[in-house]
């Protein structure tokens, strides 16, 4: 259990990452973390450029919706996003982002935002999951993985992170046993955030893109921390429908319908503690089964685990 002083500083460190330095002419520039990945975390990408987006537009206007590619695997070193403002309707406002490192363009994002509007309402249920409370976060069963734990993962992946996750079917990090691909997992950051709706959607973006293309390799038996398959994130769409907060408990439920062509697609649906569906996500992502011996290192916005 982490210290609530230890909490709270993880999670000042998270949305520090999230503000941006303005450098005119709507481009930001924006420092990285490394969680232990080769290649910068693709949530942190997502999160980063949704605020700069956000930034361009009036706070009336939420955002409502992102479509983002990756291009190439980024480096653990700073990261400029410059937007453009395509659209300022009535109703509906569009950015693009571009994220670049030197004179490489690591990732590009469509973003759409909306007035407040009155309309129909109506949801998918949310599906039946034990609750987070008595489930092993994943940094508890890292821990519990010992001599197993392969050593890449010994220093990035015992160190506590701003957010927590809980799987509700805990299988091991390993060698899991094949199973259809739906599961679910339990996410909040570990201390309180901001008032800020931009900051909650931000890290929510940013938490989207952990264990997302895991739903394509359940069916086969495979992990990120296997050693045996090379992932990495190709695309990442997000809607968000209503309002939450990401220091309150959200379940992440998640499948995958198709995998070929070593391409896994998946999606997710985020809902609230009592069942309000707050957003849904899908992805792509590239799944390469690796020869014994094979680098495994991934080279795009993989999720580490």
């Avoid at 693009?96 to 009155?118: K, L, P, Y």
């Avoid at 890292?142 to 010994?154: F, H, K, T, V, Y």
């Amino acid at each position: 259990m982490t210290d609530s002083a230890t909490a709270a500083r993880l999670v000042d460190e998270l949305v520090e990452l999230m503000r941006l330095e303005p450098l005119g002419n709507d481009r930001f520039l924006a420092q990285s973390e490394d969680i232990g990945t080769p290649a910068v975390f693709g949530g942190q990408v997502l999160g980063q450029a949704l605020m700069a987006a956000s930034q361009t537009v009036a706070t009336d206007r939420p955002a409502h919706s992102m479509h983002a590619y990756f291009l190439l695997p980024g480096e653990h070193a700073p990261i400029e996003y410059a937007v453009d403002r395509v659209r300022d309707g009535r109703s509906f406002t569009t950015r693009h982002v571009v994220a670049r490192q030197g004179e490489r363009i690591i990732f590009e994002m469509s973003a759409s935002f909306q007035t407040v509007d009155d309309g129909i309402d109506h949801q998918l249920p949310m599906p039946e999951a034990a609750g987070p409370d008595g489930l092993p976060s994943e940094l508890d069963q890292r821990i519990s993985l010992g001599d197993r734990l392969p050593e890449r993962w010994r220093v990035k992946g015992l160190v506590p992170h701003g957010i927590e996750y809980r799987r509700v079917d805990p299988d091991d990090l390993l060698t899991p046993e094949p199973r259809p691909s739906e599961s679910a997992i339990w996410m909040r950051a570990i201390a309180p955030l901001p008032d800020d709706p931009n900051v909650h959607r931000a890290l929510l973006a940013y938490a989207s893109d952990h264990g997302l293309l895991r739903a394509a390799m359940l069916p086969h038996g495979l992990s990120f921390m296997s050693g045996k398959v090379r992932p990495a994130s190709l695309d990442h769409a997000m809607w968000f429908h209503r309002d939450f907060r990401m220091d309150d408990w959200l379940l992440y439920s998640l499948d995958s319908p198709s995998a070929s062509g070593a391409r896994g697609l998946c999606r997710g649906s985020i809902f609230t503690r009592d069942g309000r569906l707050v957003a849904s996500t899908a992805q792509e992502g590239m799944l390469r089964i690796l020869r014994e011996g094979s680098p495994s290192s991934s080279t795009g916005g993989a999720a580490p685990i």
